[in-house]
């Protein structure tokens, strides 16, 4: 799994729990079709963890930074 700046700041047991959570994910997609969701798959997934929830996080002002456990709740959410 690649690192990346969005869950950097996660430790230990949470960091555990979502690379869990993240190697599952192909696994659900494969089980398709899905057909309450839309053009979704791992992609889409990967998509919306390394780039549109970084660039969120990113620009919440300094004293409205995610603690860990919201990171590890919309990554996980991903």
């Known amino acids: 799994m690649r690192e990346d700046v969005f869950t950097k700041a996660l430790t230990g047991d949470l960091q555990n729990r979502l690379n869990m959570i993240m190697q599952e994910v192909p696994y659900f997609w494969e089980q398709g079709p899905h057909t309450h969701f839309t053009l979704h798959g791992p992609a889409h997934s990967e998509r919306v963890h ?29």
């Open 50 to 78: 390394r780039q549109k929830l970084a660039q969120l996080a990113q620009e919440l002002p300094e004293e409205e930074r995610l603690t860990q456990d919201e990171i590890f709740i919309v990554s996980a959410a991903a």
